[in-house]
């Protein structure tokens, strides 16, 4: 009887055998978390920098420095997402997120050390570069990393992550000063690199292209199995499937035609409705509209609704077999 008890016991954690794993997605979770604040600076950061109270460069920013410094970091947001998928395949899936920690320690460094407005509009190009190839890169990783019934779940989390992101920004930002909240954002950066340097495997996929043998050992740890033989001639398989893939053969589908204008519509429609100049300047139009509540209430209030939305529509971006 006792020892029913200790089996069962022993089952019901044992999926802290594998904790490596689950490091490894908090890591990440950190990186996109980082990610989130590069959305969520521009609006209480503009704010300080427009006014003389809490402003290391002296005196307000132009119009022209202001616009450089929300227009910058989406821009560099397009060129992350175009170049992380080739440097992706040529140095691994690991090596270059553990990359992606140093941007952002720069740009807090940057913002503490200097009073140079070309300087924060560097960084802001620096930061959206990061963000953008780790909207790319972290779905491509866990997808490659997780079991297919986890990455529904685990895709959630990363928005969730991002949107949390956002609102510490929006939250901590107006009630602390410049440098002590981007001494607070250092912090994040230090530990993800912490934890993803220790804990993080490289991705299976890379390391069964690479060495077949060698990737099936790397998944056998992550799996916590003897026998992953059938997913790795599946991703074998999934390899000559993708050497004969190119741009044309994309539209030759008439599937992946419909979900390449699903996607590009409602992208479309989110920039062209104004998102990102309205999470830029929210506090601003705020502050320019009044109300009861102060303008740093209500941009909190704006964020914590996203946060809430994302949360509240999980159920319904995850398949029923949780794919």
């Not at 029913?4 to 950190?30: E, G, P, Q, W």
């Not at 821009?75 to 992606?100: D, E, F, N, Q, Y």
């Not at 407005?117 to 997808?143: D, E, H, K, N």
């Not at 934890?195 to 099936?216: H, L, N």
Request: hydrophobic share 45%; charged share 15%.
């Amino acid at each position: 009887m006792t020892s029913k008890h200790t089996n069962d016991a022993l089952n019901k954690f044992s999926f802290l055998k594998n904790y490596r794993i689950y490091m490894t997605y908090f890591s990440v979770c950190i990186l996109v978390f980082m990610s989130g604040t590069t959305t969520g600076w521009t609006s209480p950061m503009i704010q300080k920098l427009n006014h003389t109270d809490d402003n290391p460069v002296g005196r307000r920013l132009t119009i022209d420095e202001s616009s450089w410094l929300a227009a910058i970091s989406p821009m560099g947001i397009i060129i992350g997402c175009l170049i992380c998928g080739a440097l992706g395949k040529l140095i691994g899936r690991k090596p270059l997120m553990i990359s992606m920690g140093v941007p952002y320690a720069i740009f807090c460094l940057i913002m503490v050390f200097t009073q140079k407005p070309w300087l924060y509009i560097f960084a802001r190009l620096l930061s959206g570069i990061t963000a953008g190839s780790v909207l790319v890169l972290c779905p491509m990783y866990f997808s490659e990393l997780a079991k297919s019934e986890q990455r529904g779940r685990l895709f959630i989390v990363l928005t969730i992550s991002n949107n949390l992101g956002s609102l510490y920004a929006l939250s901590v930002g107006p009630f602390v000063s410049f440098i002590w909240f981007h001494i607070s954002l250092a912090i994040f950066p230090i530990l993800y690199l912490i934890f993803f340097s220790i804990f993080a495997y490289e991705s299976p996929y890379v390391v069964i292209r690479r060495d077949p043998a060698k990737g099936e050992e790397l998944l056998k740890k992550i799996r916590y199995k003897n026998d992953v033989s059938e997913e790795v001639q599946r991703i074998q398989k999934g390899f000559l499937e993708d050497k004969g893939m190119n741009i044309i053969q994309i539209f030759k589908s008439k599937a992946t035609r419909r979900a390449l204008f699903i996607t590009l519509t409602l992208a479309v429609c989110v920039m062209l409705c104004g998102n990102a100049t309205v999470l830029s300047y929210t506090q601003f139009i705020f502050e320019k509209a009044g109300g009861v509540w102060s303008a740093e209430t209500n941009t909190i209030v704006v964020s914590a609704f996203q946060l809430f939305i994302a949360v509240a529509s999980s159920p319904l971006e995850i398949h029923s077999e949780g794919e």
